[in-house]
């Protein structure tokens, strides 16, 4: 097989398992508000406790990997959207601060402060992550050396805010149906409520940006015409957002979830579906990076497919037994936040 | 306002790495020291060694959490700030940082949940082994890391291939990468001194509660622990930093010539060994150290076990290819210095220990007790003295610092980034030292047996009985060791503190 196709698929899953596992806490994050009372939020917070930092490892493997893999499109994204980049950084710094600094002190104005920060943090990070996952699939403008030659401002369009809400309210959705996992009670039925407001909001964007897409971007439709077999994808999309609301309806949380699992995993599949084989798309008269033209050589793409496959039954064997060891309703003790 | 581009990028990268490794060093330190008292607590059972095991895992947590926070921001910031560096290494250098993740990242932050949150889920075994695995990650970190910088320092395995009408570096061998001439070296240097900040991390806390006659027995075997591994450490970073400086004589004269402050090569067939500074300050403009004490030849015999065989100064490269010098020489006599410092401290300790008298000695705990900014500076002071002196080249003798950066980006973009850098980093130092203070004022859990030797007032045989509840009644943690063999260990413990 081709190794750059195959590089485009790996980071494919990496951005899926990182959207999927960091999605919830971020969602959690974005939530946070809503929960009313010290120890609910600290139940809230330590639903995610043992699980975000190892979510996290996802992006950053993500980037360690297009970076050895792609290194143009790593130079050309980052500092191409330099500012919205920083914000994302110092959002996850933020983020991990507050969610861990929180509990240390038992001071309100403590307290009140890091929630604030742990929920701004986890919404200026997913929205940023949908714009510029907008952004790079709707097209920005590039050099002939596949350098980004817009602005600041040339990030604002349309599709790429579109995306990004659809991440935040995705994320927000994603958050309850795992926050339905893990607490009792009444704050139970309030996740139930958030849940159901959040997929009503999420099914309503994805039209919204299925919409956009399909008047405003035309491009994305390129590989659909090649393969019309890809559309069996946004059908077994809107399958898994009906499932959504089974789960939800019928009182079984861990199908509502998975089924939100399979939703973001279909919505990544199609994104790297318009992508293909573009990296970064161009909306200049210049080309557009490719897996071929952005890669690594190709000795470099074997290496380090033999690290990917070395590695990635691990990264499987600890995220599995982290899961299993700490699955089940959160229970508050000594060593929680 | 001219904004240089390329200075503020350093200023930046500097910045935040900078502020980074205040981190990593304490994690990989205290993990080591963490994996030695779990696994004392595990053949031992004295609960002391498990209150000492869960105590500096909480400043484990809040270590690990901002060095992973502070730790993203690097991972992105080759591509935010040197675009043209990450296309030219991307090949070699993206890879090192990705096995990074995969291999490391992964392995740290799962094992991290269990050793932190898992106390009351898994059993004793697992929960050693989780703290094993993530001592491991954060060394497999450090690895990778390093070996990626190292590349940058010396080169290897590589060729350069034009890619996009631009030159890059490709890997032709990558084990010849990854053991590139400096790597090894540097790495060995890197884990010590991370050995020596976790181990004068931990006998500052534990000094300080000696001095406060607060937790004494956890106080006094931490201590000691910490003081076996600071000790061997730094004993070993002496044999490390001489072959070290070997090696940078030979791979990257030019940046030992700024660390020594050697500006002018002695002329040829003068039999003139290189002076080696132990104090001054360089004079950039005069070409000479000022106010300096040299031992003469010194430097000569250290790299060539040769008093009269001259090193190459800064004079034979060219002015374009020169390092500047105060800050290499300042910051590389400062770790050197702080090393020394090291080893004196922690010898004598070992010798006052040996003599039963070590902690009766307030003044030399009171040493302790500030001493641990000592190695925070001699980490920080090392590596910028190995990166300032890699200048002018970003990848030393292929690419300069001025052409890796990413040129595109506007100067006031990075202004902005920078000063958002500062304050938010300022505010979270701020708030670490905060909740570490708050943390050492709490103090470690009670041992689950009752305090057992601290106040000397409990009567062995109360000890006896509760380190024999303390052995059999603590559901997760029990063991299969009947409750007569938990007493007679502890009593021996006890009868081994009160020789000390």
Redesign the interface.
Known sequence: MDLHIAWFILLGVLLMGYAILDGFDLGVGILFPLVRGDTERRLVLNSI???W??N??W???F???L??????A???????F??P??LV??S??????S???RG??QSRFWRGYWDFSFFLSSLVATLVFGVALGNVVGGIALTV????AGR?GDLFQPFALAVGLLAVVGAAMHGALYLQLKVEGPLAQHVRRWAWGAYFAFVGLNIVVAGLALTRVPHLLVNFERWPVVWVMPVLVGLALANISRGLARGRPMGAFLSSCATIAGLTFLAAAALYPNIVVSSSAAPSLDIY?AA??E??LR??GI??LI??P??AT??A??YW??RGKVKL????Y | MDLDLVELSRAQFALTVMFHYLFPPLSIGLGLLMVVMEGLYLRTGNPQYEAMTRFWTRIFAVNFAVGVASGITMEFQFGTNWAAYSRFVGDVFGSALAAEGIFAFFLESGFLAVLVFGWNRVGPRMHFFATTMVFLGSCFSAVWIVIANSWQHTPAGFHLVEHQGVLRAEITDFWAMVFNPSAMHRLGHVMLGAFILGAFFVMSISAWYLLKRRHEDFARRSFLIALTVGALASWGELVSGHSQARAVAHNQPAKLAAFEGHFVTAEQGAEQGTELWVLGWPNVEQQRVDYGIGIPGMLSYLVYDDFDRPLPALDQFPPEDRPPVVVPFVSYHVMVALGMAFIGMTSLALVLWWRGVLFRQRWLLWLFVVAVVGPYIANQTGWVAAEVGRQPWVVYGLLRTSDGVSALVPPEQVLVSLVAFSGVYLALLAVWLYVVNEKIRHGPPEPAAASTSSTGSTSTTGLVAAAAAAGVGRGGHSYTDTADEVAARSSAALAMEDDG
């Open positions: 406790g043992p699980l930092d190892g996290e490892v992006l950053v493997t980037g360690g990997a970076f050895s893999a792609f290194p143009e790593y130079a050309t994204v980052l500092s191409g330099y500012l980049v920083i950084l110092l996850l710094v933020g983020r991990a601060i969610i861990e600094f240390k002190s050396q596949g350098h980004y600041l033209r690594s050589s000795a470099t290496l380090m690290i990917a590695g990635m691990l990264v600890y995220t037994t982290v060891v700490f003790d000594e060593h929680s």
